[in-house]
């Protein structure tokens, strides 16, 4: 228990903070770490095998490693997750803003996991419960995402807009397109 706090008063939420965040994906480290170690097992594999070397002799192992540092680097460099943080005056003409952004990148959103109900038109309805919802505050986040196959290489994009600030997350490719869009 805090110092401060008297006995059998719950604790106050610090203001301005969601119940619920929005998902954060990995950072730089382990987004570095995920493509160093499998680019420089795959570029140490490659060299032994091409070049006919056993890996006791180093070299490749030392070719691997130098993939491994490229292709870590230009990996945290583009899929790390990061986040925009802009501040709002308007939310709801915000997000119709946000929204068209995403629609130019190829981004629509995504219906709630509870909507089960068959549609046509899913992403017109999806675009409504994604206005009501950041409208009454019923969900802590908006999700988008790319339709089709590209969706598995896009990965999806968290939008959270209050009436003060909006907050998205994504991978930081998505984020430096989103900032010259909007």
Do not use: W
Not at 17 to 27: A, C, K, R, T, V
Not at 59 to 66: A, F
Not at 140 to 156: I, V
Request: charged fraction near 15%.
């Amino acid at each position: 228990m805090d110092r401060g706090q008297a006995k059998g008063v719950p604790p106050t939420p610090a203001p301005d903070l969601p119940e619920n965040p929005l998902p954060q994906g990995p950072g730089t480290a382990s987004t570095f770490l995920y493509y160093f170690s499998t680019s420089a097992l795959v570029g140490s594999f490659v060299v032994s095998r091409g070049l006919h070397l056993g890996l006791q002799t180093g070299i490749p192992t030392q070719v691997g490693i130098l993939f491994g540092l490229v292709a870590g680097s230009l990996g945290a460099y583009i899929n790390r997750s990061t986040q925009l943080q802009m501040t709002v005056a308007n939310p709801t003409q915000f997000q119709q803003t946000l929204e068209a952004a995403l629609e130019q990148m190829g981004y629509g959103p995504v219906p709630p996991p509870e909507d089960t109900e068959e549609s046509t038109d899913k992403g017109a309805k999806a675009k409504k419960a994604n206005l009501a919802n950041s409208a009454t505050q019923a969900a802590p986040y908006l999700t988008y995402q790319r339709s089709s196959l590209s969706q598995f290489f896009a990965g999806k994009l968290y939008a959270q807009i209050t009436p003060s600030q909006a907050t998205i997350v994504s991978r930081a490719a998505n984020i430096r397109r989103l900032k010259k869009l909007l």
